[in-house]
């Protein structure tokens, strides 16, 4: 071995922190747009409503912050949501650049989650709840599901 050739450095291993992250706020909802899904225009209860979490919950410190960064979902679709209350908007303490927030119900229907995959640029299932729950929602972020690129599921 010549010692004055350095050694070839073996090739660096991806870790979960280098993998690719789900797709940003912006960007998914740039997606959906140049794909022709309309924001809500009007909340009618009982039809789907799709929700662009903003980016403030897709860090380390989000609500899913316990999953690897590319299985974080960027979208949620809830199925049946009853209530969109525009009376009482209410504002987190916690990251207060998001604004005003608006109490989207969910009482025990459907919601399922997606990621946009950055590189395909294709939708994926990544979860399904049933439960109550009262989603605090941004109406920029609020769209009309597509179920050609979101079609229900049974």
């Known amino acids: 071995m010549n010692p004055d050739v350095a050694p070839k450095s073996p ?9 690719q992250r789900s797709m940003s706020e912006l960007a998914t909802i740039v997606f959906l747009e140049d794909r022709g899904v309309q924001h809500l225009k009007t909340f ?6 799709l929700y662009v979490f903003e980016q403030v919950l897709l860090g380390d410190d989000g609500p899913f912050g316990s999953l690897p960064p590319e ?12 209530e969109l209350d525009f009376d009482s908007p209410c504002y987190s303490d ?20 997606y990621v946009i995959d ?8 990544v979860g399904t709840k ?5 989603y605090h929602v941004k109406w920029e972020n609020l769209f009309s599901p597509d179920d050609k690129l979101f079609p229900p599921t049974s």
Request: aromatic share 4%; hydrophobic share 30%.
């Open 130 to 134: 049933f439960r109550n729950k009262h």
């Open 94 to 113: 916690k990251n207060p650049e998001r604004g005003a927030l608006y109490k989207l119900k969910n009482l025990g229907g459907r919601a399922d989650f």
């Open 44 to 49: 009618i209860p009982g039809q789907p409503v």
């Open 71 to 82: 299985s974080r979902p960027n979208i949620t679709i809830v199925r049946d949501p009853v």
């Open 118 to 125: 950055p590189v395909t640029e294709q939708p994926l299932l």
């Open 11 to 19: 090739e660096p291993v991806k870790t979960n922190l280098e993998k």
